[in-house]
C-alpha cells in the first residue's frame, strides 16, 4: 500500500477513534451515576467558568500539553488532535442525546459508555499517532522524576478528582467502575486495531514493542 495512503488511512482511524472518545465520555455524563477522573474535573470547571463541557475540555487539554515543556515531552499529530477534537465530539453527542429518565436506563446508558470508550480508546491509539495530553504527563512525571508509572497516575488522577469534586464534578460509582474496568477493557482491544493493512509496521514486518504510552492510554479524560 502506497505510503501517502497509508498514513491517510491511519488519520481517518485517529479521527473516527478520536470522535468515538468524545462521544464515550459524553454519555458517561449524561449517564449520571459518575463519570471517570478528569470528566469529573471538567465537569467542576463547568460549574464556574461560562464555556460548555467541549470548550473546558480542549481549553483544560492545551493548559496540560504547557506542562509537557518542564517534562520534555513533544506532541505528536496525535496528541494535537486529541486535544481538539474530542471536546466538540462531546458537545454534539450531549446536546444529542438526553439524560435517561430512570436508573436502569442510566446504568445501561453508563455500560455503553465504558465499552464504547474501550474501542475508541484501541481505535485511536491503534493509528500510531501517540496519545493525548493527560497520559503524556504522566508518563512525564514517570520519566523526568523516576516515579513508577502508577504512581504517577494515581498522584494525579486523585489531585483531580479531588478537584473536581469540591468544584461540584460527578462523583459516584461510576467513577470506581471506570478507573478499574477502562484498562482491562482497552488491553485485549489494542492488537485487533494494529492489524489493519495501514497499521504501523504492517509493511515493515512484526509491529514494535509498544512504548510507556501504549501501555497507559489516555481513558481518563
Known amino acids: 500500500m502506497p505510503r501517502s495512503s497509508t498514513v491517510s488511512l491511519r488519520l481517518v482511524q485517529l479521527l473516527v477513534g478520536l470522535f468515538l472518545y468524545g462521544a464515550s465520555v459524553a454519555l458517561q455524563v449524561r449517564a449520571v451515576v459518575g463519570v471517570s477522573s478528569w470528566t469529573v474535573l471538567t465537569q467542576g470547571l463547568e460549574n464556574v467558568l461560562p464555556w460548555s463541557f467541549g470548550v473546558i475540555t480542549v481549553v483544560s487539554s492545551l493548559v496540560i500539553l504547557l506542562f509537557w515543556i518542564p517534562l520534555r515531552q513533544r506532541p505528536g499529530i496525535g496528541t494535537l488532535l486529541n486535544a481538539l477534537a474530542i471536546g466538540p465530539a462531546a ?109 504501523p509496521g504492517r509493511e515493515a514486518g512484526p509491529a514494535p514493542a509498544p512504548l510507556v504510552a501504549d501501555r497507559l492510554p489516555d481513558v481518563s479524560i
Not at 131 to 158: I, K, N, Q, S, Y
Open 91 to 199: 458537545d454534539l453527542v450531549l446536546w444529542l442525546v438526553p439524560e435517561p429518565a430512570g436508573l436502569v436506563g442510566r446504568v445501561l446508558l453508563f455500560v455503553g459508555s465504558i465499552a464504547l470508550l474501550a474501542v475508541a480508546t484501541a481505535c485511536y491509539i491503534g493509528a500510531g499517532f501517540g496519545t493525548g495530553a493527560r497520559d503524556g504527563l504522566m508518563v512525564g512525571l514517570h520519566e523526568r522524576f523516576g516515579w513508577p508509572v502508577w504512581v504517577a497516575r494515581t498522584v494525579v488522577e486523585v489531585t483531580v478528582v479531588v478537584v473536581g469534586w469540591l468544584l461540584g464534578g460527578d462523583v459516584g460509582v461510576g467513577t470506581v467502575v471506570a478507573a478499574f474496568a477502562i484498562g482491562p477493557l482497552v488491553q485485549p482491544l489494542m492488537p485487533l486495531f494494529r492489524r489493519f493493512p495501514w497499521s
